[in-house]
């Protein structure tokens, strides 16, 4: 484990009450930061106190939007133990949207060593309530002050933390989704698999248009035809119909979410048909209508597995299992939150205990 220098903050902050938290409001005393330079590659790898940037108005990223970013969680294990989920795929997930952007690849060794001594060494900050965690926001952004159109040659990348409860207010009741017939997320060959500030900002109209209906979230269909489900833009869609769990393929407009992953691999492991295929809505409808569809719910690292319990799609309301949650959707939200806390049994080795080197007391 590589020891990075560190400027220690000067005052502390206290860490609001854990049944306190939302989404993404606090951040912690200390954030991760590195440079990039053309000619001189990464350098200078540390820890600082949390502060604000300083950037030039001519900066690129805020004209041009070259920006990456993943999101990946520590948890308080019901034995102490502090773990992360899976840093190894989110790191290798932000080089991928590094790559698609055009931004120089980071070491994923040291991308994953940044979250462990960051987390490390702000261990205080990781929360112990239930379905609470320290969620963690590694980014990447262009530097250069420039105005042309092109790569820039300059780059930051940092990590910040925050202590965070569930994503959706519902918590761990159902959501509202409403397809869209009319917006389109991404469309093969664009930016729909790489997780980029750009396919967030285009998200934001849809989902304002979606919350004044009453909807939680938009799910998003094809670009082409606007029939095949694609995904929710802050988790991955699945259903189980007829005793099958079918979810999109990735394609490449979709994100490849590293829940999602999980989820796959533990239906797998516990014998359950898996489908990844294109699924048209009017199969989804008529598997509502006819009482195929058992459960629908979605997956992320902000939402783990929510269960949806309304899909709207033409001005109809499809209401899934009178809007509760079904057995499967409750038993992978179990095995996935049992594993992150390390209350069950961890057969992938998807948790990694925050190494005690960097644990400072
Ligand atoms: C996540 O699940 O970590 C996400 O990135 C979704 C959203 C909060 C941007």
New binding site residues.
């Given amino acids: 484990m590589t020891a990075f220098p560190i400027t220690h903050a000067t005052t502390l902050k206290a860490p609001p009450p854990d049944a306190s938290l939302k989404?993404?409001t606090v951040f912690t005393d200390h954030m991760f930061m590195m440079e990039y330079a053309a000619g001189r590659g990464w350098s200078n790898p540390r820890i600082e106190p949390y502060h604000a940037l300083s950037l030039d108005p001519a900066t690129c990223v805020l004209h041009y939007a070259q920006a990456v970013?993943?999101?990946?969680?520590a948890f308080r294990g019901t034995d102490g133990v502090i773990r992360i989920f899976r840093p190894d795929r989110h790191a290798a997930r932000l080089n991928q949207s590094c790559e698609r952007l055009c931004i120089p690849a980071l070491d994923p060794a040291l991308v994953e060593q940044s979250f462990h001594a960051l987390v490390g060494l702000e261990q205080r900050w990781v929360p112990k309530l239930p379905g609470t965690a320290l969620?963690i926001?590694p980014t990447v952004i262009a530097t250069e002050p420039f105005l042309g159109v092109r790569p820039a040659e300059s780059y930051l990348y940092y990590v910040i933390l925050s202590p965070v409860g569930a994503?959706y207010p519902e918590g761990m009741n159902p959501v509202k989704i409403l397809a869209s017939e009319r917006h389109v997320r991404a469309l093969p060959g664009g930016l729909g698999a790489a997780?980029t500030a750009a396919n967030?900002a285009a998200s934001l109209f849809p989902a304002e248009e979606a919350h004044r209906l009453g909807y939680t979230q938009v799910l998003y269909l094809d670009g082409a035809e606007h029939r095949f489900l694609e995904e929710v833009?802050?988790?991955n869609i699945m259903m189980k119909i007829d005793g099958t769990v079918v979810t999109p393929p990735l394609a490449g407009s979709i994100l490849a979410?590293v829940?999602r992953d999980s989820v796959l691999t533990l239906l797998k492991d516990w014998g359950i048909r898996v489908e990844e295929r294109p699924i048209a809505i009017d199969e989804v409808i008529a598997a509502i209508a006819s009482g195929r569809l058992e459960e629908m719910w979605g997956t992320?690292?902000?939402?783990v597995i929510s269960p949806v319990g309304e899909l709207g799609y033409k001005e109809t309301r499809h209401v899934i299992r009178n809007g509760g949650i079904g057995a499967l959707t409750q038993r992978l939200y179990d095995a996935i939150v049992g594993i992150q806390y390390g209350s069950a049994a961890d057969p992938h080795g998807w948790a990694r205990a925050v190494a005690p080197a960097t644990v400072l007391a």
């Fill in positions: 989404f993404g970013f993943d999101g990946l969680k969620y926001r994503y997780k967030y833009g802050t988790m979410g829940t992320g690292t902000a939402a």
